[in-house]
């Protein structure tokens, strides 16, 4: 469990909590939430646990002394852990970038991973769609993220050659009502206002910018084999809808669900095997009796048409472009820049770091950490600016 702290993390231990028999969690990783960890290493009692930060290290170590449970640090402990025998499911919920060498390490060792940071396929689909065809390691991903775990649902017993185009649903975020004027002045409260997802603070910023569409319109070319030009997003506020499939005949499937990450991570962990009954709230007539949809607004939201950009360029473009975006959030999290410089500084930034065609993994390294550089001085110029 990569990132059992944060939100998924943590619904992610409430399924395993709710199916004692079938599993159980090993392996905790977390990156600085160290009480937490240490509550959830008690709970849960996994062989190990995991805190990235160092400077926690001895700080969960001596809380965890008498337990039996081994602990480590650093990022090289967490690329090994993942490989150990006992384990045959990961769960990737670490944010952003950071789940990387992780994942590519669990493909490695043929490990089921069931993938919600979304970051990893956005950043490397290209070398990890490489990895899973060519390695042979067995290794097969299940997606965690709801829209993605709908198009999956309802390409089950369907052929890909049958698929016309992909329809994946967007609640349109906090903004999307709002006049496109107002964006200037929206404050990271408000954005973090969403109207139907309780979620990361990362992810929902993400929502407001509707980043987090365009990075699942790449999740879903890398997950399904889909051209970008053929899955077309769809704004529907109800969040009900979790996505469709449109087919060749003429026909749609749609998946439905209550807005709750509990269901779409329940059906991942209970891949390939069938669906796992629960006692969760169930959906009634009044929770669907209005759903409606609409086109998505490219001028008030340019990240989406950006992400369409980066994912036809493909290489390292979308890495450059995540980058940027997780140095451009940090600091509206923090109020040092406005909610529309971030559409500005991820543009300044991917016209600045040089193009890798077909990248290998050093190159995502190198053009990660040279994106996040020109991005932060990005942020700097602004703030004496602003
Ligand atoms: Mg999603």
Redesign the pocket.
């Known amino acids: 469990m990569l990132g059992s702290t944060g939100s998924i993390g943590r619904q992610t231990l409430d399924i395993i909590a709710e199916y004692p028999d079938l599993m159980r969690a090993e392996l905790l990783v977390a990156r600085s939430s160290a009480d937490l960890l240490i509550a959830q290493a008690r709970q849960y009692r996994p062989r190990m646990v995991i805190i990235a930060d160092e400077q926690y290290y001895e700080y969960v170590r001596d809380a965890l002394w008498d337990t039996g449970i081994e602990v480590a640090t650093g990022s090289a402990a967490i690329a090994a852990a993942v490989t150990r025998p006992e384990i045959d499911t990961v769960v990737t919920a670490m944010v952003g970038y950071s789940g990387l060498e992780s994942t590519i390490a669990a493909i490695g060792a043929g490990k089921r991973i069931a993938l919600a940071n979304k970051e990893t396929l956005v950043v490397a689909g290209e070398l990890i769609d490489r990895l899973l065809r060519e390695g042979n390691s067995g290794s097969v991903l299940y997606p965690v993220?709801?829209?993605h775990g709908a198009f999956y649902q309802c390409l089950v017993g369907e052929r890909m050659a049958d698929v016309e185009r992909l329809l994946l649903t967007a609640s349109g975020g906090p903004f999307r009502t709002l006049p496109k004027e107002r964006l200037e002045t929206v404050t990271a409260a408000d954005a973090l206002r969403h109207p139907n997802w309780s979620m990361g603070a990362k992810i929902t910023i993400d929502s407001a910018t509707m980043m987090?569409k365009g990075f699942?319109m790449i999740e879903a070319r890398w997950l399904f084999g889909i051209q970008p030009q053929d899955i077309e997003i769809v704004v529907h506020p109800q969040s009900i809808i979790h996505s469709m499939v449109a087919f060749k005949d003429g026909s749609i499937k749609a998946q439905l669900g209550l807005p709750d990450m509990h269901l779409p991570i329940r059906y991942a962990l209970g891949l390939p095997d069938g669906r796992l009954a629960s006692d969760c709230r169930k959906m009634t007539i009044e929770d669907m009796a209005t759903l409606t949809l609409e086109r998505p607004d490219f001028d008030k939201f340019p990240l989406l048409g950006m992400a369409y950009a980066a994912a036809r360029k493909g290489g390292t473009a979308p890495c450059v472009m995540n980058a940027a975006n997780e140095i451009a959030v940090a600091s509206f999290l923090q109020d040092t820049i406005r909610f529309t410089d971030i559409y500005n500084i991820i543009d300044k930034t991917m016209a600045q770091v040089p193009h890798v065609e077909h990248p290998v993994y050093d190159d995502y390294v190198a053009t990660n950490a040279e994106a996040r550089d020109r991005a932060s001085r990005l942020v700097e110029d602004l703030k004496i600016n602003n």
């Open positions: 993220d709801s829209e987090n699942e």
